[in-house]
């Protein structure tokens, strides 16, 4: 079966950096997303990365590694405005978004 | 404001009644998507539109109902739904299937409670 993984909760400090890790076991690969939700509100798109490396969109980076099935969300000089859902997902061989439950970020002053 | 509007943003049914969620996009897409949002679990993809026509149905109970008349419009037709039921439903719409690149944007949900 196709599964991604991430964590379900992580908790950091304003002004502090934090990666949310997602692993993915799928039917093919063509392409991975991030996304942000705030409670109560629509996911948003964050980033976008098919090749592997790092793509740096401001204080927020992705990281993927297709050999590893692995990505990462890196924020950099979280805010409090940052506590979010942050919900990654993978395309697969047929074009379908296979998502992960998300992962809940707690951002303490 | 993403360019994806759903009403009701809230709604809470018996179930014996009948209603029905819907969804505008103004973004000039072909694609348009239901998924359902539960607590703690991933979203489920419901049904796929594209160019008006249903390109999927992941085994959806038939007491949701989905028509889509044309491309800006998607609705989600309910009725004697379950307490199980309860959920956010998410529309979404994108440019078209399939392209590595597509992005999906979503709409802010439709919360939805079966008593």
């Known amino acids: 079966g196709q599964n991604i993984d991430q964590p379900t909760e992580m908790t950091a400090t304003e002004g502090a950096i934090v990666q949310i890790n997602c692993t993915y076991q799928t039917s093919g690969f063509n392409g991975l997303f991030w996304y942000q939700q705030h409670a109560g509100e629509a996911p948003t798109f964050l980033s976008y990365?098919?090749l592997d490396g790092l793509e740096e969109k401001g204080r927020f980076s992705s990281f993927l590694s297709r050999s590893k099935g692995y990505s990462y969300l890196l924020l950099k000089e979280l805010q409090m405005k940052d506590s979010a859902s942050y919900l990654c997902?993978?395309?697969?061989?047929?074009?379908?978004?296979?998502w992960g439950a998300g992962t809940k970020l707690i951002i303490k002053p | 404001e993403t360019g994806v509007t759903q009403t009701p943003r809230h709604l809470v049914m018996g179930m014996t009644n009948k209603k029905s969620l819907k969804c505008e996009q103004h973004l000039g897409h072909n694609a348009m998507y239901w998924y359902k949002q539960s607590a703690k679990k991933p979203l489920e993809l419901m049904f796929v539109y594209n160019f008006k026509e249903q390109t999927e149905n992941n085994s959806v109970p038939s007491r949701f109902s989905p028509e889509c008349p044309n491309s800006s419009h998607l609705f989600l037709h309910l009725h004697t739904l379950q307490p199980e039921d309860s959920a956010l439903y998410l529309c979404?719409?994108?440019?078209?299937?399939?392209?590595?690149?597509?992005?999906?944007?979503f709409g802010e949900g439709s919360w939805l409670t079966v008593v």
């Open positions: 997902a993978v395309r697969d061989s047929n074009y379908q978004l296979i």
């Open positions: 990365n098919v």
């Open positions: 979404a719409s994108s440019q078209d299937l399939g392209d590595n690149g597509n992005t999906i944007y």
